[in-house]
């Protein structure tokens, strides 16, 4: 009997639907968009129920798309957009108000009453204190959204990222759950103690109670028919934060195996194994995953704008269609010392200059539009590289393959720059929706359907190998180098991320 794995990718833009069959593959795909309501202030968030909602219905369209009956689904996985915040009455499961989303700044003076704890924050959390993470947002609600109190104070409130949130609304036994890799990135859970941090939460004004309780991420969260879906209830038996997902469909499950994500902007993330390194240098730790009652560690580096300066080409008249960056790149005069700088809000990991601002420097009268193409494109590959060496160099770890995923992997100009320029062996994986196969291979490990050490083995890979000398590739990130430091709003972070 043919067995199948359900997995829900749920994102910022959207919420997507996949289901695998028993060796792992794709059989069919549902995707459906979600608001994006940004008021005149710049906040940012979304309607928590339109997104279950949505979760609902792309699970059913892909059911049908694939024609499988539904009996024949024997578990399911979540991947999740990670720093979004949501409060919601655990007694009637409607929401107080409308989800943070991760994007959304509101909580930036919030932040500043904290400063004086940050370098406490970051040594128990491993993230910088921001309003980028949930507890200020939480403490944000808390504060303006009067029913938060008023719950709090009954014991009813709820506060979690969106995975908790779909937990709790899918699950038949209304579980309150997260898991390892989501809690991490809330700024109030101890990463070395792995409990929720009493002395942050009460410094954040959170109700411990509000909080969900942290499960391994490869347990069973409840069971679910997704609202008559299915005929039958299924256990949801993995949930994963989105960029740990794609670590994990990368199988990358060993200490020091690195993968970049391209997008609009780039995670790179690093696992660490079982010990955590905690560094100040701009990179981030957090929690890979909980897997077999254990714990991995994983570094982290986001970046503003990489696949994003393709569309930026495209729009200033560089180039007409995306692709093109490509070919005009490889026709440029390769000796060119033109550098492009994509700081357009600022400076991302790990130099965290909120107001420097972009730059395309270098220039000679020989420079054209092929060079300035050249440039634009070039410069995803040295931020990505910017954080490969800071890991190789607080990690320890030697670095000679990086698992790359996303949209930009389809520019071979760029992918063989990366390539070059990281010293390492770039491989590019067939199936586009990491974080939904890193979910559904989770489920399906914990199931009992997928063995580990074969599921991978179908997949198969593009490559791209080294061909740079060595003298070329450190003249190339020295004038890189000299570049961002021209766009540093504060002088002393280049040595502070490099070194003397």
Same mark, same amino acid.
């Given at each position: 009997?043919? !067995?199948?794995?359900?997995?829900?990718?749920?994102?910022?833009? &959207?919420? /997507?639907?996949?289901?695998?069959?028993? #060796?792992? *593959?794709?059989?069919?795909?549902?995707?459906?968009?979600?608001?994006?309501?940004?008021?005149?202030? &710049?906040?940012?968030?979304?309607?928590?129920?339109?997104?279950?909602? #949505?979760? @609902?219905?792309?699970? %059913?369209?892909?059911?049908?798309?694939?024609?499988?009956? !539904?009996? *024949?689904?024997? =578990?399911?996985? @979540? !991947?999740?957009?990670?720093?979004?915040?949501? =409060?919601? #009455?655990?007694?009637? &499961?409607?929401?107080?108000? #409308?989800?943070?989303?991760?994007?959304?700044? %509101?909580?930036? /003076?919030?932040?500043?009453?904290?400063?004086?704890?940050?370098?406490?924050?970051?040594? *128990?959390? &491993?993230?910088?204190?921001?309003p980028y993470f949930p507890a200020a947002k939480f403490e944000w609600i808390m504060k303006y959204v009067p029913e938060g109190e008023k719950l709090a104070k009954q014991g009813k409130l709820a506060l979690g990222t969106i995975d908790s949130w779909l937990v709790y609304s899918l699950s038949q036994e209304k579980n309150f759950k997260t898991d390892y890799s989501n809690a991490s990135r809330t700024q109030l859970f101890h990463l070395k103690e792995l409990c929720w941090d009493r002395e942050l939460c009460r410094s954040f004004g959170i109700p411990e109670n509000a909080l969900p309780e942290v499960s391994m991420s490869d347990s069973c969260f409840g069971v679910t028919d997704l609202s008559g879906v299915l005929k039958k209830q299924i256990p949801i038996m993995g949930v994963i934060g989105d960029s740990h997902g794609a670590l994990f469909g990368q199988n990358c499950l060993q200490k020091g195996q690195l993968k970049a994500t391209y997008g609009t902007g780039s995670s790179v993330m690093m696992n660490l194994g079982e010990q955590p390194v905690m560094t100040d240098s701009g990179i981030v730790t957090s929690l890979a995953w909980g897997r077999k009652q254990k714990v991995q560690y994983v570094l982290e580096g986001n970046l503003n704008y990489t696949g994003a300066v393709v569309r930026w080409m495209k729009e200033v008249g560089l180039i007409q269609k995306e692709k093109e960056s490509g070919e005009l790149a490889a026709k440029a005069n390769r000796q060119d010392r033109t550098y492009f700088i994509p700081a357009f809000t600022g400076l991302g990991a790990p130099y965290w200059d909120a107001d420097a601002t972009g730059l395309m420097t270098g220039i000679t009268r020989t420079t054209g539009r092929n060079e300035m193409v050249k440039a634009c494109l070039e410069s995803i590959a040295y931020q990505i590289t910017d954080l490969i060496d800071l890991m190789r160099r607080e990690s320890g770890y030697e670095i000679r393959e990086l698992r790359v995923d996303g949209g930009p992997t389809a520019n071979s100009y760029l992918m063989q720059f990366q390539s070059d320029l990281s010293e390492a062996v770039l491989r590019i994986p067939e199936l586009e929706e990491l974080s939904a196969m890193g979910a559904a291979y989770l489920a399906g490990i914990s199931a009992g359907i997928y063995d580990e050490k074969e599921i991978f083995e179908h997949i198969s890979y593009r490559e791209y190998h080294p061909q740079m000398g060595k003298e070329r590739v450190n003249r190339l990130k020295s004038g890189w180098r000299g570049a961002i430091g021209q766009v540093l709003a504060h002088g002393g972070k280049q040595e502070g991320v490099y070194g003397a």
């Open positions: 009997m043919c !067995s199948y794995i359900l997995s829900v990718d749920q994102s910022t833009q &959207g919420t /997507k639907g996949l289901l695998f069959d028993e #060796n792992g *593959k794709v059989l069919a795909r549902a995707h459906r968009q979600h608001r994006q309501m940004i008021d005149h202030r &710049g906040w940012v968030e979304h309607d928590p129920k339109e997104i279950l909602r #949505n979760t @609902i219905l792309v699970c %059913r369209d892909v059911m049908e798309k694939a024609g499988v009956p !539904s009996e *024949k689904v024997r =578990a399911m996985g @979540i !991947s999740n957009q990670r720093e979004t915040a949501v =409060a919601w #009455n655990r007694e009637t &499961g409607e929401p107080i108000c #409308n989800a943070i989303v991760w994007q959304c700044a %509101r909580a930036r /003076k919030i932040c500043e009453t904290h400063q004086e704890e940050a370098e406490e924050i970051r040594l *128990k959390t &491993g993230l910088r204190l921001s």
